[in-house]
């Protein structure tokens, strides 16, 4: 085990070039079982949610390699549906696309029920309404989720009574193959919807109105492989711009989609931070002090719940009382205890929490209890006098690539190292 250690205090100064997107690399990896043929992946993120995917797909009997300059080519020709191991399969959220991608390719489905950042309850109440919508039978055990059509897949209407990141892709990923035309509507808008779209199309499906909540699907008879770059990771380029600011430093981030980020930066400038936008690099600094502002977040294009627990962090260190509403999420606020640890003064009262700013943060042993949370805690350790150190990092390491490496080259004191255990 290992935990990362930050001695706190320094700004960042310098560039950071950011990887693909976790979770729309995800979506296209398990889309992949769609397609009897070779794909080449470029621009994954060598993250452990990304290895775990891909080692889920070569137990079910895919081809993955991964070439010398890092991309990865998958071939699912002779894949095997109903046979993905559940122990690898309940350490993830995303291994439920594998519910959508085995109904799509093979009219049947079995996998085991997904894990993932404990957030409270999270129902997948609209998934199944969307496999039944397609003709499939659903059943649900402890242990197992099971999904038969027997007439086969057949396009269908289907509208989200809420707006599902999931569930958007699960329809994409079972309804490409139908039989027929498939039109969801109140659909998810965030870009990594339309990535997999994307991606679904240059391998020959016929998706229109990605990106919008209304999506049609054409059913086609087969896909083809191609080669698909993924789309650069708004929350991973998120998450550097407000320890940009934290820090009172001034990084370039490269690798970019100015527009993914429109909501973030909004709020940033309200609080005061400067935001230069490029084609493919925004350039973010920071005076002393930082604005309070007030926050919800919602599905896109609002502000990301992803990046709810890092803007937590840095309001923590601005001026003022902030309110911070979670809009999408049951309950995402189980960080807020660790960063009281530091010393930020929160309150949390069902999905509000009141942020009265303190004048700084100093060093102490936090826990980061889930992925963004995990990210929160650099942050404000970047931030803060002193040592902190920070545990249970593997939740960190599923969706951020090299976050060590890449803050070090940036100026950052903060290393991995060894948990010794007696
Ligand atoms: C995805 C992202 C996650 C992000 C979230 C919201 C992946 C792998 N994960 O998660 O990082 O935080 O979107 O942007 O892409 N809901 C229902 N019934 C459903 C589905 C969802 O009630 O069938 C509700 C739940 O309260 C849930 C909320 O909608 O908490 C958001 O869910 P959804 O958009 O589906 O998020 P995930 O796909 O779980």
């Not at 969801?184 to 909540?213: S, Y």
């Not at 601005?318 to 999408?328: A, Y």
């Amino acid at each position: 085990m290992e935990k990362i250690v930050i001695r706190g205090g320094k700004p960042l100064n310098g560039s950071v070039v950011i990887s693909g997107m976790k979770n729309a690399a995800l979506g296209i990896i398990f889309g992949c079982l769609l397609v009897k043929d070779k794909i080449t992946l470029e621009d994954l993120p060598m993250i452990s949610d990304v290895k775990l995917s891909l080692e889920i797909l070569r137990r079910m009997g895919a081809e993955v390699a991964e070439n010398a300059d890092g991309s990865v080519v998958i071939d699912c020709t002779n894949a095997v549906g109903g046979i993905s191991p559940c122990d690898l399969v309940k350490k993830m959220r995303a291994s439920y696309y594998l519910l959508g991608a085995e109904l799509g390719r093979f009219g049947r489905a079995k996998v085991g029920r997904s894990g993932g950042c404990d957030f409270g309850t999270r129902p997948i109440d609209q998934h199944i309404k969307g496999f039944e919508a397609l003709g499939g039978v659903v059943t649900l055990s402890d242990d197992y989720i099971r999904i038969e059509a027997e007439n086969g897949i057949r396009g269908s209407e289907l509208f989200f009574d809420v707006i599902t990141v999931g569930g958007t892709i699960n329809m994409l990923l079972a309804a490409v193959l139908a039989e027929g035309t498939t039109v969801i509507e109140n659909a998810a808008k965030e870009p990594h919807i339309v990535d997999v779209a994307n991606f679904l199309n240059t391998c020959g499906a016929v998706i229109t109105g990605a990106g919008t909540d209304t999506i049609k699907i054409k059913g086609v008879k087969e896909l083809h492989g191609c080669t698909y770059a993924i789309v650069p990771d708004m929350i991973e380029a998120g998450t550097y711009m407000i320890a940009a600011a934290a820090t009172r430093g001034c990084l370039r981030i490269e690798n970019v989609i100015p527009k993914h980020l429109e909501s973030i930066t909004a709020k940033l400038v309200e609080m005061g931070v400067s935001v230069d936008e490029f084609d493919d690099a925004i350039v973010v600094s920071a005076p002393d002090p930082l604005r309070h502002i007030n926050l919800k977040t919602l599905p896109y294009p609002g502000y990301p719940t992803d990046m709810q627990p890092q803007i937590c962090a840095l309001l923590s260190i601005s001026e003022g009382t902030s309110h911070l509403i979670e809009g999408v999420i049951e309950n995402r606020f189980r960080y807020v205890e660790e960063l009281r640890r530091l010393g930020a003064s929160i309150e949390v009262n069902g999905k509000t929490a009141t942020i009265n700013g303190v004048s700084g943060l100093h060093g102490a042993r936090v826990r980061a209890v889930d992925l963004r949370a995990g990210a929160a805690m650099v942050i404000a350790g970047l931030a803060s006098d002193g040592v902190t150190e920070i545990e249970d990092i593997h939740h960190i390491e599923r969706g951020y690539n090299d976050i060590v490496g890449k803050l070090k080259k940036v100026g950052a004191d903060i290393e991995k190292v060894e948990i010794q255990t007696l």
